[in-house]
C-alpha cells in the first residue's frame, strides 16, 4: 500500500456519529443534506407547508458553524457535528 493510499484509508469513516436535535443519529455518508436532518429531526411530519430552521455546529471545512437552508449540504465530522431544527411555521 503506498503511503498516500494509507493515509486515506486512515482518514476514511464509514459512519458518522451526529447530533440532531439532541438525539444522537448515526449515517453512512459525509455530506449531509438539509432534508435529511429534519427528517431525521421530524421523521413523523410529512407537510410540505412546514418550514424548518436548522443550524449547525463543529462541521468540517472552513464553515464549522452556521445555518443550513434547503438544498444546501454540510461536511460532518466523523464525531461532534450537532445540528439544531425548530419549525419556523407554516409557509
Known amino acids: 500500500m ?3 493510499a494509507s493515509t486515506q484509508a486512515a482518514t476514511s469513516h464509514t459512519e458518522y456519529a451526529l447530533v440532531i436535535a439532541g438525539e444522537l443519529a448515526v449515517v453512512p455518508h459525509e455530506d449531509v443534506s438539509f432534508e435529511e436532518v ?5 421523521p413523523d411530519v410529512d407537510d410540505p407547508e412546514v418550514r424548518y430552521k436548522v443550524t449547525y455546529e463543529n462541521a468540517a471545512g472552513p464553515r464549522p458553524d ?3 437552508r434547503p438544498g444546501e ?3 460532518a465530522k466523523p464525531t461532534g457535528t450537532e445540528f439544531h431544527v425548530s419549525h419556523a411555521g407554516k409557509s
Open 2 to 4: 503506498t503511503e498516500e
Open 38 to 42: 429534519c427528517s431525521i429531526a421530524f
Open 66 to 68: 452556521g445555518i443550513l
Open 73 to 75: 449540504t454540510v461536511k
